[in-house]
């Protein structure tokens, strides 16, 4: 009877037991059940695609920003430093006064060259006076008053002489026929003689005005070249006074004002360093071998350490022809627009020079990159039916908001451009 108690004791335990275990399964089940079903939450994120592109093939070198034009600009004339208008620094426009000379003796000169000339105009008016012209008036010696009285002398003893040969043949032929006496004759033959030698008197006397006349006109002459002369004396001295207010030869910056208020100087002198920087020059060290591919009007690209996010584009302006024995490379100067003047000399330039060739190359969004701190690495996120892949980038240059990918992605592939710091390996995503 006890035997019969605690088997039946032993299976009511055993029973109890798998009742109890089979309770706790059912308990759990659903709640594993659920966790399996429920995922994450989707990531939101906005998208890109990459993009294939054509890429040129450049040359890589360095180089040195330097002036276009550099101007050491020096005075014309020697003097004392009378006003600065410049400093060190200072931007200013082709011609604007630099400094200026003291114009002082320059002055008195113009002063004594321009008395000069108005004696001599004098002089001119003078002698034009003489003959009876007016201002500028065209010489003509029957004009001259002198001229046209000696003249009428002479017409008047031609006519004289004219009636006295007229006399003096009609009273010789009425002798040969006798009915004058020789008497008679010899009274008109005399008048006949007095009327000629007063005719040639009165023709010398012309002659000599005539001469006189054109002497004047000579003196007038002499007297206009005497106001040409003292002109050039004038003119001289305007000059005098030109040069000594010194100007810019063009736009720039000061880089250099090494004299003073003063300060005597002379044409040897330096007064100002003007700097010419737009278009501004980029001297580029290409190595031998790279040579042949450079020519005239080439692209330029140029990034300068002081502008990490720009680049400056310009084109080839010049090759040397030397190359140089040392470095085995030669300087190729590059014009670059230089408008806001962010450029200045000295800077150190990382130039890109485009070359014949060139290829395709795989394009992302700047956005669709991320920069993994722990791995030190750059990712992307490749949506692909809903979920994100991520890629590790090689990255190649720059080009606006876009980056060359070396490798990890292929072209036409869509990308995640935000929330790219809560995204993973098999994250669900929304876009």
């Known amino acids: 009877m006890s035997k019969e108690i605690a088997l039946a004791l032993v299976c009511f335990a055993l029973l109890f037991n798998s009742s109890c275990g089979s309770s706790s399964a059912d308990s759990n089940r659903p709640a594993n059940a659920n966790s399996d079903s429920t995922n994450a939450q989707a990531v939101t994120v906005t998208s890109g695609k990459t993009e294939s592109r054509d890429i040129a093939a450049v040359i890589q ?3 040195t920003v330097s002036a276009d034009e550099t101007s050491n600009v020096a005075p014309k004339t020697a003097g004392k430093i009378a006003d600065l208008s410049i400093n060190v620094g200072q931007f200013i426009s082709g011609g604007a006064v630099i400094a200026r000379i003291e114009d002082r003796d320059a002055r008195l000169q113009l002063a004594s060259a321009q008395a000069s000339l108005n004696r001599a105009r004098v002089s001119v008016r ?6 009876g012209l007016g201002p500028n008036g065209n010489f003509s010696a029957s004009a ?4 046209r009285a000696a003249n009428a002398n002479y017409e008047q003893t031609l006519a004289e002489l004219k009636q006295a040969e007229a006399n003096e043949k009609r009273y010789r032929e009425l002798v040969e026929t006798g009915d004058v006496a020789m008497v008679a004759y010899e009274t008109f033959r005399t008048q006949r003689d007095t009327a000629r030698t007063r005719a040639n008197a ?14 004047n006109n000579q003196a007038i002459a002499a007297a206009k070249a005497d106001v040409e002369s003292a002109q050039t004396q004038v003119n001289e001295a305007q000059q005098a006074i030109a040069d000594t207010v010194i100007r810019a030869p063009f736009s720039g910056f000061v880089s250099n004002r090494p004299v003073a208020v003063g300060e005597y100087v002379s044409s040897a002198s330096i007064v100002a360093t003007i700097l ?19 020519s005239l009007g080439r692209g330029v690209s ?5 502008y990490k996010d720009r680049r400056f584009a310009g084109t080839v302006t010049a090759v040397n022809p030397a190359v140089d024995t040392t470095s085995r490379s030669a300087i190729v100067e590059a014009s670059i627009e230089n408008g806001d003047n962010a450029l200045r000399p000295g800077m150190f330039a990382t130039v890109q020079i485009n070359r014949e060739g060139g290829g395709k190359g795989i394009f992302i969004p700047k956005a669709a990159i991320y920069n993994h701190q722990p791995t030190q690495s750059y990712r992307a996120f490749v949506l692909v039916d809903g979920i994100a892949k991520l890629k590790v980038l090689q990255l190649g240059k720059e080009e606006g908001e876009w980056m060359q990918i070396l490798d990890g992605v ?4 869509t990308v995640a451009t935000s929330n790219l710091d809560q995204l993973f390996e098999g994250a669900r995503v929304v876009y």
């Open 61 to 63: 070198a360095t180089g």
């Open 126 to 131: 003078q002698a034009e006076a003489r003959l």
């Open 144 to 147: 001259i008053p002198e001229v």
């Open 202 to 215: 009165a023709r010398e006397q012309l002659d000599v005005a005539i001469n006189a006349a054109r002497q």
């Open 276 to 294: 010419r920087t737009n278009p501004i020059k980029v001297d580029i060290q290409v190595a031998e071998a790279d040579l042949p591919f450079v």
């Open 302 to 306: 140029a990034q300068i350490d002081a």
């Open 410 to 413: 292929n072209a036409d592939e």
